[in-house]
């Protein structure tokens, strides 16, 4: 099943706009991880933060993160037509192992 | 250095035949993990092996099994094909013993159609 819930579901922005995604989970975790997903493709880390972080950057992503409403947020700024893909959120469901748990993910659409 | 690679990548199967994907994981990397990836459930956590013990599984039927082999290197098997099995398969490896420290890289997939 899954952990979280990503929001919107599909996003449509023009080139040079900011994205910004939302992903609520369900039990405590130790961290929280984005990945991005080209069409049919692996998916590839981009940012962890840990539950005792409230943010965190890495280039032009933003990531934001709320343990007391269970949600993160991830902002893409000045968006190119190269992160077109589909962004997941994935917890680490308290379970202490290599199991991640994935949110339903954002389809993001960056128009020239 | 190379990064994860699973083979094949597309493969078609019919039902009731059984299929068997190979993921080699990043040099150095001990634990591996599968996910299945369907339009339907999303990605969805099939197991977890490291150093050659399965230490994690999903809600996934007996037909689903995997192992790991001494070089890290790791195999899922699907036996009794079925039509739900279509997905796309994908291996992920990681450095960390725990997500505690790290993420996960992950293969670019085995694409499974079931006809």
């Known amino acids: 099943s899954q952990q979280g819930e990503e929001d919107p579901q599909a996003l449509s922005i023009q080139e040079g706009e900011n994205a910004t995604m939302n992903c609520s989970y369900k039990?405590?975790?130790?961290?929280l991880q984005w990945y991005r997903q080209n069409s049919g493709r692996g998916l590839v880390h981009l940012i962890l933060?840990?539950?005792?972080?409230r943010e965190k950057h890495s280039g032009r992503l933003r990531v934001t993160l709320d343990t007391s409403k269970k949600s993160s947020s991830l902002l893409i700024t000045a968006s190119r037509a190269a992160d077109t893909a589909s962004y997941f959120c994935?917890?680490?469901?308290?379970?202490?192992?290599?199991?991640?748990?994935f949110g339903t993910g954002t389809r993001l659409l960056v128009s020239p | 250095k190379a990064g994860v690679t699973q083979t094949p990548r597309y493969l078609i199967k019919t039902r009731g035949q059984q299929v068997t994907l190979s993921c080699s994981p990043i040099?150095?990397?001990?634990?591996v993990s599968w996910y299945q990836q369907t339009p339907g459930q999303g990605l969805q956590f099939l197991f977890e092996?490291?150093?050659?013990?399965?230490?994690n599984k999903g809600n996934f039927p007996g037909r689903f099994s995997g192992r790991q082999f001494s070089n890290s290197r790791s195999e899922m098997n699907v036996s009794t094909l079925e039509l739900g099995d279509s997905a796309l398969y994908l291996c992920?490896?990681?450095?960390?013993?725990?997500?505690?420290?790290?993420?996960?890289?992950f293969g670019e997939g085995s694409r499974l159609t079931v006809l």
């Open positions: 040099s150095g990397h001990r634990s």
């Open positions: 092996y490291f150093s050659e013990t399965q230490r």
């Open positions: 994935a917890t680490d469901a308290n379970t202490g192992f290599q199991k991640l748990v």
């Open positions: 039990t405590s975790i130790n961290n």
């Open positions: 933060i840990r539950s005792n972080e």
């Open positions: 992920a490896s990681s450095l960390a013993w725990t997500l505690l420290t790290g993420e996960l890289f």
